[in-house]
């Protein structure tokens, strides 16, 4: 019997044609595993799964409750439709002139079915965005265990509104069966892979693992295995989590989201609890581990106090250490 079979039985938006796809482009091993963790988080979030069920139910409303009887659920849902650009400059030293003021856009966390207003607001922010290229970070919808065709529809309209490469991960809730879909719309799929960007004389290298989170199926050394080819080396992953591995393969920046920031955080942007094992520091926004400069962005969010609501993070690269796009003198 074929060893994927077990694995789409059950989800009919699997058809053969995303089979025979999924098989021509990644390892019988590779898919083996994925498909398995898939189907280990699909019986984990099924009704079937009590404590697991009642756990997270008991957990959203303990929030949403609280926040009902302070007055702030609906000033914590606005802010969460209210989707902003921040825009973040990165000094890596030795920048070759050539990439020096290059801007990469990132989409995080769309959870499509959340929100269509909330991506609706993300689709007029990109008709005003110029970038050099786009990478999506991951969860672009919220089932994974849904068919693919409204989370394609969207990023198809996404698509529409840029004008460069683009390059996408995987996140915790992504079935890899979407792969096929988003690889046809022109988004190069990276999972556990890696590509050289040539710009002018220079390169740019810019690796994507798959999730770190929960499915645990990122491998770093894989992604970056031709790293040392280019002058500037890019990681994405849907979580922060690999920091610290990313940095000892010798990775210059790092983006991610998956933490939403914390969702609900204290004055002062602490986050309360961040579904990531990092440091609090990395929850959100800008941040430096050893020789790695990361950004986490804290994604589109159906609830959110005091963190602001942010989808997408321009980074733009520089070797200037100030706020300006300068080669330091
Ligand atoms: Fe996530």
């Given at each position: 019997?074929d060893?994927?079979q077990t694995?789409?039985?059950?989800?009919?938006f699997i058809?053969?044609?995303i089979?025979?796809e999924l098989k021509?482009r990644?390892?019988e091993?590779?898919?083996?595993?994925?498909l398995?963790?898939?189907?280990?988080?699909?019986?984990?979030?099924?009704?079937?799964?009590?404590?697991y069920?009642?756990?997270?139910?008991?957990?959203?409303?303990?929030?949403?409750n609280?926040?009902k009887?302070a007055?702030?659920?609906?000033r914590?849902?606005?802010n969460?439709r209210?989707v902003?650009?921040t825009?973040n400059?990165?000094?890596l030293r030795?920048?070759?002139e050539?990439?020096e003021n290059?801007?990469?856009?990132q989409?995080?966390?769309?959870?499509?079915?959340?929100?269509?207003?909330a991506?609706?607001?993300?689709i007029?922010?990109?008709?005003?965005v110029?970038c050099d290229?786009?990478v999506?970070?991951?969860?672009?919808g919220v089932?994974?265990?849904k068919?693919?065709?409204?989370t394609?529809?969207?990023?198809?309209v996404i698509?529409?509104?840029l004008?460069?490469?683009?390059?996408g991960v995987?996140?915790?809730?992504?079935t890899?069966a979407?792969?096929?879909?988003m690889?046809?719309l022109?988004?190069t799929?990276l999972?556990?892979e890696?590509?050289?960007?040539k710009?002018?004389?220079?390169s740019?290298f810019?690796?994507?693992?798959?999730d770190?989170?929960?499915?645990?199926?990122?491998d770093?050394?894989?992604?970056?295995?031709?790293?040392n080819?280019?002058?500037?080396?890019?990681?994405?992953?849907?979580s922060?989590d690999?920091y610290?591995?990313?940095?000892?393969?010798?990775?210059?920046?790092?983006l991610?989201g998956h933490t939403?920031g914390?969702?609900i955080?204290?004055?002062?942007r602490?986050?309360?609890?961040?579904d990531s094992?990092?440091?609090?520091?990395m929850?959100?926004g800008?941040?430096?581990?050893g020789?790695l400069?990361?950004?986490?962005?804290?994604?589109?969010r159906?609830?959110?106090?005091?963190?602001t609501?942010?989808?997408?993070a321009?980074?733009?690269?520089?070797?200037a250490?100030?706020?300006?796009?300068?080669t330091p003198?």
């Amino acid at each position: 019997m074929d060893p994927i079979q077990t694995f789409v039985d059950g989800r009919s938006f699997i058809t053969e044609d995303i089979q025979r796809e999924l098989k021509a482009r990644f390892s019988e091993v590779d898919l083996f595993k994925r498909l398995s963790r898939e189907e280990k988080f699909i019986q984990r979030s099924s009704r079937k799964s009590k404590f697991y069920s009642r756990k997270n139910f008991f957990k959203r409303r303990l929030i949403e409750n609280q926040l009902k009887l302070a007055g702030l659920y609906s000033r914590a849902a606005k802010n969460a439709r209210d989707v902003r650009i921040t825009n973040n400059i990165v000094s890596l030293r030795n920048l070759p002139e050539a990439i020096e003021n290059f801007k990469i856009l990132q989409i995080s966390d769309l959870h499509i079915e959340l929100s269509y207003a909330a991506c609706d607001r993300v689709i007029d922010i990109l008709e005003t965005v110029e970038c050099d290229i786009c990478v999506m970070t991951g969860d672009y919808g919220v089932e994974i265990n849904k068919a693919l065709d409204e989370t394609l529809r969207i990023l198809s309209v996404i698509l529409s509104c840029l004008n460069v490469p683009v390059f996408g991960v995987l996140g915790n809730h992504d079935t890899i069966a979407l792969v096929p879909g988003m690889e046809r719309l022109g988004i190069t799929m990276l999972l556990n892979e890696g590509i050289v960007l040539k710009q002018d004389n220079h390169s740019l290298f810019i690796a994507g693992v798959d999730d770190a989170s929960h499915f645990q199926l990122h491998d770093i050394e894989k992604a970056t295995s031709f790293s040392n080819k280019a002058d500037v080396s890019l990681i994405l992953s849907h979580s922060p989590d690999i920091y610290e591995v990313a940095e000892r393969a010798g990775c210059q920046l790092m983006l991610s989201g998956h933490t939403h920031g914390g969702q609900i955080c204290l004055a002062g942007r602490i986050p309360i609890v961040l579904d990531s094992l990092v440091p609090r520091k990395m929850g959100s926004g800008s941040w430096r581990h050893g020789r790695l400069i990361g950004y986490t962005t804290t994604g589109r969010r159906d609830v959110s106090y005091a963190c602001t609501s942010e989808l997408s993070a321009r980074n733009r690269y520089s070797s200037a250490s100030a706020c300006k796009c300068r080669t330091p003198g």
